[in-house]
């Protein structure tokens, strides 16, 4: 596609359910990754895949958090049992490759979560 | 890990006026790119900069890498300048994630 996409734009669930955020990266692009923004602060790394495989998972905050990407290309990040704490945007970002200006990520619209 | 800083953290202009926005980093990077988050919440990247200077219109940037900081211009701001503007750095491994600065929040008012 033109750019990054996200879906749902916006999502509110009860607090003990579980989400499913979507992102469909610009094609072609090798690397994924998934932020988490809080209001007035700017987005925090949680996870990024080159291809299918997940490369570094460090700041996804707890097990609660999962992400995959099983073709290369689409990803989905699961919440399970969400909680108030984890409302926050939920930015995808994809990048062509890695060197140089190829290293340049792209953000998509995110996805504003809101856990009552 | 490395720190990003950005100043000042909140900027008012009349409209026309230009200005400088700074971004300190703690280590030497690979990339470093400069965000424009709009009203609307878009992060709209501007430059991939991890050193040199680049225009795009109104907007340019310079990187001097060892001395670890990057400056963003504005000129001839207008109201659509508005929001947020982000720092973003890459630690020198590459292909890792970016870490952001708390950004400068800009007003351009008429």
């Known amino acids: 596609g033109a750019g990054v996409s996200q879906s749902p734009r916006y999502k509110v669930t009860k607090r003990g359910q579980d989400v499913a955020l979507r992102c469909d990266p610009i094609?072609?692009?090798?690397?994924l990754y998934w932020y988490r923004q809080a209001l007035g602060q700017g987005p925090e790394f949680l996870t990024y895949?080159?291809?299918?495989?997940?490369?570094?998972k460090s700041g996804l905050p707890n097990d609660r958090f999962s992400a995959e990407r099983p073709e290369g290309s689409i990803s989905t990040l699961t919440i399970q049992r969400t909680e108030q704490r984890d409302s926050a945007m939920y930015r995808c970002?994809?990048?062509?490759?890695?060197?140089?200006?190829?290293?340049?990520?792209?953000f998509g619209p995110g996805t504003r979560l809101l856990v009552l | 890990g490395i720190q990003v800083e950005q100043s000042p953290p909140d900027l008012i202009l009349q409209e026309g006026a230009n200005s400088t926005l700074r971004c300190n980093f703690s280590?030497?990077?690979?990339?470093l790119q400069w965000f424009h988050q709009n009203p609307w919440g878009q992060l709209i990247n501007l430059f991939y900069i991890p050193s040199g200077t680049k225009q795009n219109g109104r907007l340019s940037a310079t990187t001097v890498a060892t001395e670890r900081y990057s400056l963003l211009y504005i000129s001839s701001s207008q109201t659509t300048d508005s929001g947020v503007y982000f720092c973003?750095?890459?630690?020198?491994?590459?292909?890792?994630?970016?870490?952001f600065g708390k950004g400068t929040r800009l007003s351009v008012i008429a």
């Open positions: 970002a994809s990048s062509l490759s890695v060197g140089s200006e190829q290293e340049t990520q792209y």
């Open positions: 094609s072609g692009h090798v690397s």
């Open positions: 973003a750095v890459e630690n020198p491994t590459g292909n890792t994630p970016l870490v």
């Open positions: 280590d030497s990077v690979n990339n």
């Open positions: 895949f080159n291809y299918e495989a997940q490369q570094d």
